[in-house]
C-alpha cells in the first residue's frame, strides 16, 4: 500500500451548519464535487469531506455512537473496484482487521473499511466521481 491520503472525512451532526463554518470561519471555498449530502474542500492534494455522522457511521457498517466509531473516516481511493478487492486481500493477508468487505455502495462507488489498531477506521474505496492523477492525488 503506497504511503498517501486522499480524503478525510469528518462525520458532522448537521452538514449545513458545518460547512457554513468552514466557508465562513476559514475562509474555504467548497469544491464542485460538492451536493446537498457531502460537502468537499480541496486542500493541497488532499481533500476534506463534511457528511453526516449518522450516514457516515452506517456506510462503514457501525454504530454512530459509543464504541467503535469516532466521528470520522480517513478514505484511501484507488482506481477500480479491483484495486480496492487487491488491496484489502494484501492488508487481510498482513492481518489487518477487515470492518467491512468490499461492496457496491449507495452513493455509486465501491469500497471497504478496515481498522487501525486504535480503532481509527480507513475506507479503502473506488469513486468512479473522484478523478485521480497518476500518483493518486485528487486532481479538479
Not at 116 to 124: K, M, V
Amino acid at each position: 500500500m503506497e504511503q498517501r491520503l486522499t480524503i478525510i472525512t469528518l462525520g458532522v451532526l448537521n452538514l449545513k451548519k458545518s460547512t457554513e463554518f468552514y466557508i465562513s470561519k476559514f475562509g474555504w471555498k467548497k469544491s464542485n464535487a460538492s451536493n446537498e449530502y457531502i460537502s468537499f474542500f480541496n486542500l493541497n492534494g488532499i481533500q476534506l469531506a463534511l457528511y453526516t455522522k449518522d450516514e457516515l457511521a452506517a456506510d462503514a457498517a457501525v454504530n454512530s455512537y459509543g464504541n467503535g466509531f469516532k466521528g470520522f473516516t480517513l478514505a484511501y481511493n484507488v482506481k477500480s473496484e479491483k484495486e480496492v478487492e487487491h488491496t484489502i486481500n494484501e492488508l487481510k493477508e498482513k492481518g489487518v482487521e477487515i470492518i467491512k468487505e468490499p461492496q457496491k455502495v449507495n452513493w455509486g462507488g465501491y469500497n471497504s473499511y478496515i481498522s487501525d489498531l486504535d480503532g481509527n477506521l480507513w475506507e479503502i474505496a473506488f469513486n468512479p466521481y473522484l478523478k485521480l492523477d497518476e500518483k493518486g492525488n485528487v486532481k479538479e
